[in-house]
């Protein structure tokens, strides 16, 4: 039989296990959304044979209008509709007439109406939809999208002409500019971390297209040749009187360029984050016509409501993790301690909380260990490697924005404030005090010695030191030569945030502004978990991810079964169990999956439809294999501790998350929780969420003789009674309904 029909085969092996006909066709569509097969025999299936063998079979003939108004089918469609190959002729057509709604998602998730010169858009164009008004308007919609985005783009490509011949450094250094530029108004801060976030993302993809223009020898950069691109760019801003009128407004003009540019991109992202984004990946979007002007309306939308309170909860849960921190910083004594120099000790000690904060988040939700191994198989202490970034960003805080914010309410001007900047540094030993910071890599790495400080080396090692360097640094030429390669798989660019240190030739680049502003906390999770996704470590590390909440859910009696693996002769495909728990009568089964911080709709609706769809299915195997196993084996019932099998209504299969995203949904029927929402329950720590509330970061505690320490910090963040989720006792029933009613975020 013809490689093309093995999906019919799998159907018509399906159907003879009994399954009906819409069973077999929903499991033969989430094979297909994930890629199986691979292959056929010994020969590796493109994505273009099994696209062919899906349509291509013949049981849609025998498929119900149920089964293509299901979520499931409209993305196999949108697969079908984001594809150019293969064309099956009459199939959208039908597919309108039976199930126009279902056209329609497929439409919207695939964006193909972006993509107008695509054959499976014209397919659309050529649909006989004139008695469907609805349709007609929806349709109206997708057009007057396309063109809005097209001439966003445009935009884009316009303002980019004035940089048409620059190099990026170059850009770099406008963007240096531009950023203090704008710090200020008036003496104050304008830099919110939103605003910021926004600019970041303008700025970083500013950087990859002008990366995707460029070749290996624009970043053969020299003394010389960056003595002359400062001068040329950057020096008229700061030494003014030095440079004639003609030179200067030039300069002035490019930095006036390079605001419409960003402006563009600011534009475009907004347009694709709040209007784009919404039509295409939240299904209860409504849209209206006013005049030719069209309106889409998310506010009231079950994902725009969720979306908000996963912006809620994404605020306060950095303040857990620096609670926690906090308090262990208290109980370890450390308060006490000198950190720096004098002037410097609470900028210090702040950073070093901060990385506690981060290296408690990675250890406990992300399963990293105390040291890590990075680029070239080197180990590291990890708490090094996060204090290092927060040091970096005290520096910047202290020694460039602070000092620019002085000089700008002595002088009331962002170019007079930033000379003296620069003059500062010039009188005080020649130092970088300009915008844009670089150095040899050598020379930052002597600079950052002092910070790698042990036992063993007293006066820091310049091995650690490279090693943490390269860890935070992106090499933008690197990074040219792999966005040049074709027919590989493109590996995540980093962004700013992510990796800020810039290399260019020997030279290492920094923007203040950037450095003392970022999430530092999002920059090591992404960094390691979005940057570095293809780590040989990282299915070590989830392993820890189950063997820590395993011992979590002892400590609160918890029988606990890790990594179970059923008889394969029953399920073959069941795989792996992540973690087994049961305590009074109750069994938890849970699939944990690990990921990194996504920003937009678009990122998390893919982790929906992708990771989550795929973890509802393999729990309902598990479930499967685990009940199965509780009636057939006798162990596993001993090792659970389970008198009987447990009722329905006491068994509990969730999948715990290392996002927030869609928590609270139900995947197959199971639930989705984070794993911090779970942490926090088991902790019985909701009070850390609501500290910031309470109180502000300036009061400190100091070391009380009244009371043992660890009471002494719940009173001072203010712990009140109506703050335990356990008001009586700890039981399986309790916490199941703590996290199922969502207690840990009521207030």
Known sequence: MNHQTFYQEAFIALRETGRSVSESVLTILHKYLD????????????????????????????????????????????????????????????????????LRYAIKYSQIFLSTDNPRWQEIEMLNTANDAKFCSFLDACRVLEEEWY????????????????????????????????????????????????????????????????????????????????????????????????????????????????????AFNYFEGHILDWFCFDKDTSFRFEGEKLMVDYDDTSDGRHWDENGKKLAVLPMYWFYRADKEFFLSGLIEKQFGLPENHEFNQLAYKKALRTMLQLYEVYGLDQEIIVTGGVKINLFKLLHSLELMSVFYLNDFILAFEENYKRTGHWQAALAQLAFDGLANGMENRFPITFAEQDAKVERIQSWTVTDTYPQGSKKTAKIILDFWTNDLSAQTKHLHQKNQTQAPFPELYERPILKIGRYLFTLPWLMFNQDNATS??????????????RMTETRRIEIRLAELFETHGFRVVSNYEPPKEF???????????????????????????????????????????????????????????????????????LQRHPCDDHIHCWILDTSLEYDHEHFSDFLKVSIQEVLIALRDERHLLRAAERFSLDKKPSVSGTTDAETFYDEFVGKQASDTLYPDVFSAERFVYVIESGLVWKS
């Open 151 to 266: 001439g966003l783009e445009l935009h884009i490509q316009a303002r980019e002409k004035a940089f048409e011949k620059f190099s990026v450094l170059e850009i770099l250094v406008y963007a240096s500019l531009y950023t203090f530029k704008h710090l200020l108004v008036d003496g104050q801060s304008v830099k919110d971390a939103e605003t910021s976030q926004r600019q970041m993302e303008a700025l970083n993809q500013i950087l990859l297209r002008k990366l995707k223009q460029s070749v290996p020898e624009d970043f053969q950069l020299t003394e010389c040749s960056l003595g002359e691109l400062l001068k040329e760019h950057m020096s008229p801003f700061l030494f003014t009187q030095e440079y004639d009128i003609t030179h200067y407004r030039r300069c002035e003009y490019l930095l006036d360029a390079f605001e419409q540019l960003l402006s563009a991109h600011l």
């Open 571 to 641: 399920l073959p495909d069941a795989g792996e169990v992540d973690l087994i728990c049961a305590r009074d009568g109750h069994l938890f089964i849970f699939e944990i999956k690990s990921g990194y911080f996504r920003k937009t709709l678009k990122a998390a609706w893919l982790h929906k439809t992708n990771t989550l769809r795929k973890a509802g299915l393999q729990l309902t195997r598990k479930k499967e294999a685990v009940l199965h196993g509780l009636e057939t084996r006798s162990s596993l019932m001993q090792d659970l501790g």
């Open 524 to 537: 090591a999770i992404n960094n390691l978990r979005r940057i570095g996704r293809h780590r040989k470590e």
């Open 35 to 102: 890629g199986k097969p691979a292959k056929k025999g010994r020969k590796k299936l493109r994505r273009t044979d099994r696209d062919a063998a899906l349509w291509k079979s013949t049981f849609w003939s025998e498929v119900s209008t149920e089964v293509f108004e299901t979520e499931t089918f409209s993305l196999a469609l949108a697969r079908y509709l984001r594809q150019k190959p293969y064309t099956h002729h009459g199939l959208l057509q039908n597919l309108f007439k039976r199930s126009p709604n279902s």
